[in-house]
């Protein structure tokens, strides 16, 4: 089944300690992204990357590391969490190296960090 | 930088009215302009893309139109259903910039 799985769905953790979100897709996409949903203020995207070892800032990256050593791996990083990055994160894919195509979510990771 | 804003934030309907969500965009190098739904708990799903070759498209009950000079788009639902309620995200994203920019969503409620 075509898909995109994020790792894990829940989590609650404490200020500072280092926490990494996995993202996959068995789908060979290009494109994929990182985005956080916060009430009021829609999706936001933190960091994108077009190809293999090619990633760049999206509109919130501040407190966010990514890395794309492999097409289909796209974790997301925190490396210092801050109550502040408490948020819903979607992982997305698209075919093509660009925004330009239809993205693929996944489920969704619900962070609570305090 | 670039921005989408969206309205309405909330809106509500009977069953079997029109709906209309308006966006706007900043960056005149737009190009590609998605609308996303998002039912509650779940992830967002495409469901209609125009480029900015076109001026509408329709799918069924739903239908975009693109203004390129006044940089607006809009989502239209016609016929609603209560299935139709859900959280209405646009989105635009530019050729040279390869980031895809939400609004802020539109919470539809369709009153049986």
């Known amino acids: 089944e075509a898909q995109v799985t994020q790792n894990p769905r829940y989590l609650i953790t404490v200020t500072g300690k280092k926490l990494t979100v996995t993202c996959s897709q068995n789908m060979n996409h290009e494109y994929m992204s990182w985005y956080r949903q916060d009430p009021g203020l829609g999706l936001r995207q933190i960091y994108y990357?077009?190809?293999?070892?090619?990633?760049d800032k999206g509109d919130v990256p501040e407190g966010y590391k990514v890395s794309r050593k492999e097409k289909r791996n796209f974790p997301l990083i925190l490396e210092s969490p801050s109550p502040n990055q408490t948020s819903l994160y979607f992982c997305?894919?698209?075919?093509?190296?660009?925004?330009?195509?239809?993205?693929?979510f996944g489920p969704g990771t619900r962070l609570t960090v305090t | 930088g670039e921005n989408v804003e969206q309205h309405p934030s909330t809106l509500s309907v009977q069953e079997g009215d029109s709906a209309v969500i308006k966006c706007t965009y900043s960056?005149?190098?737009?190009?590609?302009f998605p609308w996303y739904k998002q039912e509650l708990g779940k992830r967002p799903q495409l469901i209609i893309d125009i480029r900015s070759n076109v001026g509408e498209k329709k799918d069924q009950r739903i239908a975009v139109t693109l203004n390129k000079t006044a940089k607006h788009f809009s989502l239209h639902i016609t016929e609603t259903q209560p299935e139709d309620s859900a959280v209405y995200f646009c989105a635009a994203s530019s050729y040279n910039t390869d980031k895809l920019i939400f609004g802020t969503g539109t919470r539809l409620q369709v009153f049986p």
């Open positions: 997305a894919s698209s075919l093509l190296g660009s925004a330009s195509y239809e993205q693929y």
């Open positions: 960056d005149s190098a737009s190009n590609y």
């Open positions: 990357s077009m190809n293999v070892e090619v990633t």
